[in-house]
């Protein structure tokens, strides 16, 4: 718990910093419109569409819809899950949801082509491992069980929600506007659910680092993405210093939520850092290896191509 504390000063002495011009940014404020702005949503949305379609049936988004993906490429990595009957009706259910949220961004505005997206034990293996600061034994597999998977999903659907709180004073046009609440809405509650599922789970220790447990994890999670972020405390995990609790009165923290209990918000380049994991929007990796996709994304990035990467200057 002190770690956790002394993490959070130290972000909350970052976030009141002064951003100098040309240095990092913490401003949502960018040249961008709204349909550039729920484009960049897009690639949360492929993330969670896979990672949830594929761990409950299987089945990855081609399989359902397959014009969606406008000729991007197919994730790596993905699996169906050792999941419990009801943990795999939830995420099976958030999984068709993320297909409405493709259509409806999809059939509004053209949609972008779905990025790479890794989503390979590995990759999370090294975030958890990153988080909990030693290497897992045996490896951190995130479609091993229920738990692992939930702690797994921990990680993606939040970034999504803090990006569309992010995004929102920054619409202009009011279909684009009623487009992002009614996405916000589900996105939020998919968060809750997962981490109402942790809660209940928040003293088992998790296997694979020892005497951790799930709510110590789901605060290193949170501390990382803070880290990566670089903007200040934007990120909470199931248990908090009473100073942080609702009202200054629980250390219980179902709902990941500030000191007036609103939603955080993050800004696009918050997202790619956090996402990239490299802390750095012009430097691709972790989830999006070749990069995200969409003009904001596009616009951080010096050269259209990484490694490997087959990357087009057209999305």
Partial sequence: MFKLCLVLILLIAIDASPVQSGSLSCSGNISASDVDRVHFALNLEFTEAEFFLKGATGKGLDAFNATLAKGGPPPVGAKKANLDPITKRIIEEFGYQEIGHLRAITDMT??????????????????????????SNPRFDPYANSLNYLLASYYIPY??????????????????????AGLLGVESGQDAVIRTLLYERQNETVEEYGGVTVAELTNEISNLRNELGMCGIKDEGLCVPLWLGAENRTTSN??????????????????????????????????????????????????????DCVCSHDN
């Avoid at 949609?111 to 600061?133: K, S």
């Avoid at 490299?278 to 995200?292: I, K, N, Y």
């Fill in 159 to 180: 970034v999504g929600l803090t990006g569309y709180v992010g995004a929102i004073p920054y619409l202009v046009y009011f279909n684009i506007k009623r487009l992002v």
């Fill in 254 to 307: 179902i709902l990941s939520a500030n000191p007036y209990s609103l939603s955080y918000d993050r800004t696009a380049q918050e997202i790619l850092r956090v996402m990239y994991g490299t802390g750095d929007e012009h430097r691709p990796g972790g989830f999006w290896p070749c990069g995200a996709n969409g003009r904001i994304a596009r616009m951080f990035l010096d050269e259209g191509c990484y490694g």
């Fill in 110 to 135: 053209g949609g972008i082509p779905r990025p790479l997206i890794n989503l390979t034990r590995e990759n999370f293996a090294v975030f958890m491992d990153r988080a909990v600061g030693r290497r």
